[in-house]
């Protein structure tokens, strides 16, 4: 197992594929493992040198404190891409794995080939998450677990009730929660539209028409600050890559393929 010891805490990260071929950073959403990724990996595979990794306090990483900014995680990201011996690469993150993604596409431009930005946002109201830390608090992940997943998938997948859906469910379910709370902690006090406007890498957006967490709004508004970004609208909600994998996968490596 990948253990990355930095400031007495374990980041846990792994790489999948061939690496002869183009790499690849995976950045997971709040109150995920990096297994959220599985249903894509099998297409995005054949195309690229994978690496993925938990966040604080998330699957196999461990926290030790309750706040940190979007600049230390993406700090982290920067560490495992050295432990993996990574000089360079293309990042997908979704929700907060594209906050990730915005500050090094800003901060460290020689370490990123082309971002995908998913379901995320350059800038929340600290209301929002002032509010989510409170909860999580006051009730656990558990009481929450599923209002928080009612904004990761559409009503219909959520029906539907396939082992993709409960995969994410018993993670979040395993998320320590001060890690949780650190997280949160990063996107209330995040403002990423300071600088994103820095950002040269060719971006695209990808947009849920149905995403209450990041509304398609949120999205439009990165890809207006971002000299070179495209946009790809697709019909579910805040985890489309679950919903619908094989549809994803197709837009992530049509955009980052493309010469």
Not at 160 to 182: C, K, W
Request: net charge negative; with cysteine.
């Amino acid at each position: 197992m990948p253990l990355l010891h930095k400031e007495g805490r374990q980041i846990y990260w792994r790489t999948d594929g061939d690496p002869a071929l183009p790499k690849l950073v995976l950045l997971n959403s709040l109150g995920t493992e990096h297994g959220l990724w599985n249903p894509v990996m099998p297409a995005l595979l054949e195309s690229f040198h994978v690496l993925r990794m938990d966040k604080r306090g998330h699957g196999g990483s461990t926290v030790l404190v309750d706040a940190c900014s979007i600049a230390d995680l993406a700090s982290d990201v920067l560490s495992v891409m050295d432990a993996a011996r990574w000089e360079r690469a293309s990042i997908c993150g979704v929700s907060i794995g594209g906050m990730q993604a915005m500050w090094l596409g800003a901060h460290a431009p020689e370490r990123v080939e082309r971002l995908v930005l998913s379901n995320t946002s350059a800038s929340i109201p600290a209301e929002v998450f002032a509010g989510r830390i409170a909860q999580v608090r006051e009730q656990g992940l558990g009481l929450m677990a599923d209002q928080v997943l009612g904004r990761f998938f559409t009503p219909d997948f959520i029906a539907a009730g396939s082992p993709a859906f409960h995969s994410v469910r018993e993670a979040l379910l395993q998320v320590d929660p001060m890690g949780y709370i650190a997280c949160c902690a990063a996107i209330r006090d995040m403002d990423l539209l300071t600088f994103i406007g820095q950002i040269k890498a060719p971006s695209l957006v990808i947009i849920g028409e149905h995403d209450q967490s990041t509304p398609a709004a949120m999205g439009q508004q990165i890809a207006c600050g971002i000299s070179d970004c495209e946009t790809a609208v697709v019909p579910y909600a805040h985890i489309p890559l679950s919903e619908a994998p094989t549809d994803y996968a197709q837009i992530v490596s049509r955009f980052l393929l493309k010469t």
